[in-house]
């Protein structure tokens, strides 16, 4: 099974709302890692948080890491139509392992 | 940096033909990995190699699947050979150790 897995599966919200999504895994890992894909194109890091962080903040996005229940929530606040995209959550369990990604929250933004 | 270049990004082939496709990490990263992603299975780890040393093969399907890493700045995966359940897109992606992936733009496979 996977490691990470996202929830929602889809989520589709109104341009200028909050859209939130969030991710389990199962193992104690070194870092957790969000990625974004847009259709027919390859992943894009996003932000990464290390296993003693709580909390991360890069522009409109805020991702949190609580590792007593192995989850993290990823926002993105004030979202735009260009926001479309699917999400993944990466867990990379030790230094310089190899990553294992969810299956990802396919997110719509509506005009 | 031009990124992580992968070629070709598509490719068309008859069931049993030998498939190569190719990727040029971005320079001084030390991890290479190569991934699938069907709408099926989402994004499996086929391989990955660490300073062009194979570390995990343990997502290679079968024994029709091999990669290489001749040196730092080029790597290949070969089918050989294919069968249309090959089908997938097929990303290469690099990084230094403890910091984000970055992948390729990846390489859309049909076999017919």
């Known amino acids: 099974s996977q490691q990470g897995e996202e929830d929602p599966q889809a989520l589709s919200i109104q341009e200028g709302e909050n859209a939130t999504m969030n991710c389990s895994y199962k193992?104690?890992?070194?870092?957790l890692q969000w990625y974004r894909q847009n259709s027919g194109r390859g992943l894009v890091h996003l932000i990464l948080?290390?296993?003693?962080?709580r909390e991360k903040h890069s522009g409109r996005l805020r991702v949190t890491l609580d590792t007593s229940k192995k989850s993290s929530s990823l926002l993105i606040t004030a979202s735009r139509a260009a926001d479309t995209a699917s999400y993944f959550c990466a867990t990379e369990e030790t230094s310089g392992s190899r990553l294992t990604f969810g299956e990802g929250t396919q997110l719509t933004v509506n005009p | 940096d031009a990124g992580v270049i992968q070629s070709p990004r598509h490719e068309v082939t008859e069931m049993g033909q030998e498939v190569t496709l190719r990727c040029k990490p971005i320079s001084g990263h030390n991890s290479l990995f190569w991934y699938r992603q069907t709408m099926m299975r989402g994004l499996e780890l086929l391989i990955y190699f660490n300073n062009n040393v194979p570390i995990d093969d343990s997502g290679m399907p079968e024994d029709r699947f091999s990669a290489k890493m001749p040196n730092a700045s080029f790597s290949t995966l070969k089918i050989q050979p294919s069968e249309p359940r090959d089908s997938a897109v097929y990303f290469c992606?690099?990084?230094?150790?403890?910091?984000?992936?970055?992948f390729g733009s990846g390489t859309r496979l049909t076999v017919v």
């Open positions: 193992t104690s890992i070194n870092n």
């Open positions: 948080i290390r296993s003693n962080e």
């Open positions: 992606a690099s990084s230094l150790s403890n910091y984000g992936y970055t």
